[in-house]
């Protein structure tokens, strides 16, 4: 969470606001925003953390595959198939820890979007096509 200080010493040269963080995280970490249509976006963890709160009690999470990246999205956009269940919309991906969650370095961000993207598969309906994640 970033902080303001403000120091007023009626010195025009060193009064003024300094922002500072308490949780120091490099420019390069973050979380990825991507979704079932192919775009993706990657955010700070300020941005990351206001999106899990909006998540909250309506969220669930998949590990994509093997791998630490842990994907967590709207359970309320799963949608029921003849074939199975599927999610359609657009997740956050962080890495999954011992520890819990953790931001994703600047190397996770493509490997994160190419595990997404392998998994998706192509829904027809109404003589549409749509890119959805199955849900196991």
């Known amino acids: 969470m970033k902080k303001i200080e403000l120091k007023i010493e009626l010195d025009p040269v060193t009064d003024g606001a300094t922002i500072t963080s308490d949780n120091p995280v490099s420019k390069e970490d973050g979380a990825l925003v991507i979704s ?8 700070d963890q300020d941005e990351a953390n206001e999106i899990l709160e909006r998540l909250t009690g309506k969220s669930t999470c998949e590990y994509l595959g093997s791998t630490d990246y842990l994907m967590i999205y709207n359970r309320d956009k799963i949608i ?6 599927y999610f359609m919309g657009s997740a956050i991906i962080f890495n999954g820890t011992i520890r819990g969650i ?5 190397d996770d961000y493509s490997s994160a979007a190419t ?22």
Do not use: H, Y
């Not at 079932?36 to 955010?43: L, P, Q």
């Not at 953790?102 to 600047?106: A, G, H, R, S, Y």
């Open 80 to 85: 029921n198939a003849d074939d199975g269940r």
């Open 115 to 136: 595990e997404f993207e392998s998994r998706l598969v192509t829904l027809a309906a109404d003589g549409e096509r749509f890119k959805a994640f199955p849900i196991p």
């Open 102 to 106: 953790e931001m994703l370095t600047e």
């Open 36 to 43: 079932t249509t192919g775009e993706s976006r990657i955010v």
